[in-house]
């Protein structure tokens, strides 16, 4: 049962957290148990087709209770096995909100009950946690929004506060952007020590293995292309958003003004995509007239061309060194100052 204010993100909670159990073999269904809110339910169907998950609802039903028998008989005739209720939030705790959730847990008796909490909202995300577990008797919490400007010093004071356990946390808008909640990592986030091995782990579930391999035996024999870079890039793409990436790699949160606007690789892929096999493979090819019909094929402007360019070149650069060094990445890295990160564009 996933309660919260509205606002916190429950709804989407409710559908990553069933994709979470789904690659863990479980059959998950989600629940519509928001009445009051307009375009509740939809949303949630929205969210389900996305992910292929099935989603109960009963439009007609102003009564909570009977759409979650309803939904538990239904869970039982399709064999699934876990029931997520998302229920109706308010923008703030009232005596009428508590009353609902308090006759849906003593009828439906729900094994768990998750509180959303929005990490950005930080001593108020406190004082939500405090009344929900006074008044419902919550058994975890799940912190969203955590890709934002907060480190998570909110989860400290849930924790002690509720004497519960932060059990996930949202780390993203796609609807795999949640993880399993792990102090260390976290403590590591709120001391600006950074979250390598939460990046390895995204790299493990999302990356091909087969074509990261085939990339590599490329790289040993020729140059990089473009065709190479925009593999890489799509693949790095599926682990989330670069900018919550690079919050996780430690040391990266001490460069001031390092900034990654993931519009930005929208933009990349669309010159890439605009160009010629030949083009892709050797990028002197392009001369003015050939940049000036990129430009127009992919909605970008010349000097978005030029600027791309100048860094691709400089990757190719920064990879024949690395092919050349006995040290690799990481005698690279050491040689490059705060200014040239701040400079170099994906």
Do not use: W
Request: charged share 30%.
């Amino acid at each position: 049962m996933m309660v919260g204010l509205q606002g916190s993100g429950k709804t989407t909670t409710s559908g990553k957290l069933a994709n979470l159990l789904r690659k863990q073999g479980k059959n998950p269904l989600l629940v519509a148990c928001d009445i009051y809110r307009p375009a509740a339910i939809k949303q949630l169907q929205v969210v389900g087709k996305q992910l292929n998950i099935p989603v109960f609802a009963n439009e007609t039903s102003k009564d909570v209770v009977h759409i979650a028998k309803q939904a538990i008989s239904t869970a039982i005739s399709k064999l699934n096995d876990v029931i997520i209720l998302d229920t109706a939030g308010r923008l703030h705790i009232d005596e009428e909100l508590m009353e609902e959730l308090k006759k849906l847990k003593a009828n439906v008796k729900p094994h768990e009950i998750l509180l959303v909490v929005d990490s950005m909202t930080g001593q108020d995300a406190v004082n939500v946690a405090e009344k929900f577990n006074e008044v419902l008797g919550i058994d975890g919490v799940v912190l969203t929004k955590l890709d934002g400007d907060t480190r998570g010093g909110a989860a400290l004071s849930v924790k002690k506060i509720t004497n519960r356990p932060i059990k996930f946390a949202a780390t993203g808008e796609k609807l795999s952007d949640i993880e399993v909640f792990h102090p260390d990592r976290m403590a590591g986030r709120i001391l600006g020590m950074g979250d390598i091995l939460s990046v390895i782990e995204k790299a493990e579930e999302e990356f091909d293995l087969e074509e990261a391999e085939k990339l590599e035996k490329q790289f040993k024999k020729k140059e990089l292309d473009l065709d190479d870079y925009l593999a890489q890039l799509r693949q790095v793409k599926k682990m989330g958003s670069f900018s919550s990436l690079l919050k996780m790699i430690p040391g990266m949160n001490q460069i001031k003004d390092l900034k990654v606007d993931d519009k930005e690789f929208v933009k990349i892929e669309a010159i890439i995509c605009s160009m010629t096999k030949k083009e892709k493979r050797d990028v002197r090819l392009l001369n003015a007239s050939r940049r000036q019909r990129i430009s127009k094929g992919s909605g970008t402007t010349v000097q978005d061309i030029n600027k791309f360019i100048k860094s691709f070149e400089m990757t190719q650069k920064m990879m024949k060194q690395m092919k050349n060094n006995k040290g690799g990445m990481k005698k690279l890295l050491n040689g490059m100052d705060e200014n040239a990160l701040k400079n170099f564009k994906f």
